[in-house]
């Protein structure tokens, strides 16, 4: 089976996606590239996460040719985007979490209400502009929106994530949705303190290291 390690990985990957609440039934898609074999695992088209099986997972090359599995994900561009573009990234998530959401339909950015905005590799999560879903306009505007960092909110719709491997973009993910959360509790009450760009350049350039390497 191509690429069958990928496969069993995206399907864990989606069952935690749900468990986690960044998503739900067949909403949101996780990619992995093999840049070896320069081949893409994809989740298909509308196929509930608890119902996915090994053999359903697209696979693809990078001008989005369909070689084996079930047909990919309306959101296939956004991630082909990504691996064309950057060389930094063998992992999309892209998911409908609550709060993140809660923003893209205000269609504002997710400052740095709290230091850990910073897995992002940015001070802040921008959104982009609108576009339909499924379409080249909406991948071209998160790629966009994104610049160098490792994630974006789409407008009206969600959030991608990227990383050099899938723990580290659903890791993002997770991180993300809790400063969410924080900001936009935070806003019932009164106005959130935004750690300003000094501090968060610090932040930085600490996650550059944080962790185990």
């Avoid at 590799?121 to 339909?132: H, I, L, M, P, Q």
């Avoid at 936009?184 to 185990?212: C, H, S, W």
Wanted: with cysteine; charged share 25%; net charge neutral.
């Amino acid at each position: 089976m191509i690429l069958e390690k990928e496969r069993k990985e995206i399907i864990e990957s989606c069952l935690l996606l749900v468990k986690m609440g960044l998503t739900n039934g067949t909403s949101g898609n996780v990619s992995i590239y093999n840049r070896e074999k320069k081949l893409i695992a994809l989740t298909p088209s509308g196929i509930d996460y608890n119902e996915i099986r090994t053999e359903d997972i697209s696979i693809l090359d990078l001008e989005g040719n369909l070689l084996d599995g079930k047909k990919p994900s309306s959101e296939l561009d956004m991630h082909m985007i990504f691996y064309r573009k950057r060389n930094d990234v063998n992992a999309v998530v892209h998911t409908h979490p609550v709060y993140i959401t809660v923003l893209a339909c205000l269609r504002e950015c997710l400052p740095a209400v709290d230091y850990m905005i910073a897995v992002s590799g940015d001070k802040e999560v921008r959104c982009a502009k609108y576009a339909s879903f499924g379409t080249w306009e909406l991948a071209e505007n998160a790629y966009k929106a994104m610049g160098n960092s490792k994630a974006v909110i789409l407008a009206n719709h969600g959030l991608t994530t990227v990383g050099k491997d899938l723990k580290n973009a659903l890791h993002i993910s997770e991180q993300l949705e809790y400063v969410a959360r924080l900001y936009v509790e935070a806003r019932k009450i009164g106005n959130p303190v935004i750690l300003d760009d000094k501090e968060m350049e610090t932040m930085l350039v600490k996650f550059k290291t944080y962790g185990q390497r």
